[in-house]
């Protein structure tokens, strides 16, 4: 299961580059043919198969694990549209010849048809039914991409979305509050993480009133502290945030769709044990894809943090 939920974020990051303007796009062609060769791999470990490494890509793998040559064998499908796939990117990384838009679009296709149709015949479930929460070597992150899965299952796509704001909260917070670190900071914290809970410009100018005074001319000394310095934590707040996300490796374009599409997460601390609370816009209504693709996030972020915290 841990190398299926691989091959299915690896096919996702396919997706996304495909999406990207040329030529970013082109290595989505080189994505695509990775997750299908590994497909192939564990396919041929799982029946018990030998291939034959010399033999063509096509003929190693859909005669190699045909019935006809293998008595556990599998008709897999899609032989033709892999074909295609292993041609475009022969040529394209071996003689420099670039894919195009409607070739992408074609290749995108044809790997989400061969995947569809062989992961049910060969491992008995769906492609879109494999756990990506099998690739999380974290375990409470782990358990809340369980856990949201579950609710999204069950209907609860609210609080599903809710729990996958937590399990990306959880996860940065990790990086940042490190027990074994100096001062239990860690090289990702650029000092202790700003709430945002402080007084708002209001409140300080409300405790720096000064009575008016009729040779004291413009906005008073007080109020105008009490705006900059509002201004400046909401500032250093967000700059703070965005050094972490930017040293952590996440892409910053990702994490504010990520949090525009996802519950915002604040914390309970009044009550024995602290209990996340959430906040939505009005009409907050996610759809399937779009919990399924910030569930894909969590699960291609987690990885790398924790290489990070083993490099540290």
Same mark, same amino acid.
């Given at each position: 299961?841990?190398?299926?939920?691989?091959?299915?974020?690896?096919?996702?990051?396919?997706?996304?580059?495909?999406?990207?303007?040329?030529?970013?796009?082109?290595?989505?062609?080189?994505?695509?043919?990775?997750?299908?060769?590994?497909?192939?791999?564990?396919?041929?470990?799982?029946?018990?198969?030998?291939?034959?490494?010399?033999?063509?890509?096509?003929?190693?793998?859909?005669?190699?694990?045909?019935?006809?040559?293998?008595?556990?064998?599998?008709?897999?499908?899609?032989?033709?549209?892999?074909?295609?796939?292993?041609?475009?990117?022969?040529?394209?990384?071996?003689?420099?010849?670039?894919?195009?838009?409607?070739?992408?679009?074609?290749?995108?296709?044809?790997?989400?048809?061969?995947?569809?149709?062989?992961?049910?015949?060969?491992?008995?479930?769906?492609?879109?039914?494999?756990?990506?929460?099998?690739?999380?070597?974290?375990?409470?992150?782990?358990?809340?991409?369980?856990?949201?899965?579950?609710?999204?299952?069950?209907?609860?796509?609210?609080?599903?979305?809710?729990?996958?704001?937590?399990?990306?909260?959880?996860?940065?917070?990790?990086?940042?509050?490190?027990?074994?670190?100096?001062?239990?900071?860690?090289?990702?914290?650029? =000092?202790? $993480? /700003?709430?945002?809970? #402080?007084?708002?410009?209001? +409140?300080?100018?409300? &405790?720096?009133?000064?009575?008016?005074?009729?040779?004291?001319?413009?906005?008073?000394?007080?109020?105008?502290?009490?705006?900059?310095?509002?201004?400046?934590?909401?500032?250093?707040?967000?700059?703070?945030? =965005?050094? $972490? /996300?930017?040293?952590? #490796?996440?892409?910053?374009? +990702?994490?504010?769709? &990520?949090?525009?599409?996802?519950?915002?997460?604040?914390?309970?601390?009044?009550?024995?044990?602290?209990?996340?609370?959430?906040?939505?816009?009005?009409?907050?209504?996610?759809?399937?894809?779009?919990?399924?693709?910030?569930?894909?996030?969590?699960? #291609?972020?987690?990885?790398?943090?924790?290489?990070?915290?083993?490099?540290?």
């Amino acid at each position: 299961m841990k190398n299926l939920a691989f091959i299915r974020l690896l096919h996702r990051q396919g997706i996304e580059q495909s999406l990207l303007p040329e030529p970013l796009s082109f290595t989505s062609v080189l994505t695509f043919h990775d997750a299908v060769e590994m497909f192939l791999i564990v396919t041929a470990e799982h029946l018990g198969a030998v291939v034959k490494d010399r033999d063509p890509f096509i003929k190693r793998f859909f005669e190699g694990l045909h019935p006809s040559s293998f008595a556990d064998g599998v008709e897999l499908q899609g032989q033709y549209g892999i074909k295609r796939l292993n041609d475009l990117r022969n040529g394209f990384k071996h003689t420099a010849g670039f894919p195009g838009p409607v070739t992408i679009a074609d290749m995108k296709a044809d790997t989400a048809h061969f995947f569809e149709e062989n992961t049910p015949r060969v491992f008995g479930l769906a492609f879109d039914d494999i756990d990506l929460a099998a690739v999380v070597q974290h375990d409470q992150t782990r358990t809340y991409l369980k856990r949201a899965a579950q609710l999204d299952s069950e209907g609860n796509r609210l609080e599903a979305m809710s729990t996958l704001a937590v399990a990306f909260e959880q996860l940065m917070t990790e990086q940042v509050n490190d027990a074994d670190a100096p001062r239990g900071l860690s090289v990702y914290s650029f =000092g202790k $993480r /700003l709430s945002g809970r #402080g007084l708002r410009a209001d +409140q300080l100018e409300s &405790f720096l009133y000064e009575p008016d005074h009729a040779s004291r001319r413009g906005t008073p000394v007080g109020i105008v502290w009490a705006r900059e310095h509002t201004q400046t934590r909401d500032a250093t707040q967000a700059l703070q945030e =965005g050094m $972490r /996300l930017m040293v952590l #490796g996440v892409d910053f374009h +990702q994490y504010q769709r &990520f949090t525009q599409l996802t519950p915002g997460v604040s914390w309970d601390y009044s009550k024995p044990e602290v209990t996340p609370i959430f906040t939505v816009e009005p009409g907050y209504a996610p759809n399937r894809e779009e919990f399924e693709l910030r569930g894909h996030e969590v699960s #291609g972020q987690a990885p790398n943090r924790v290489v990070l915290n083993k490099e540290t």
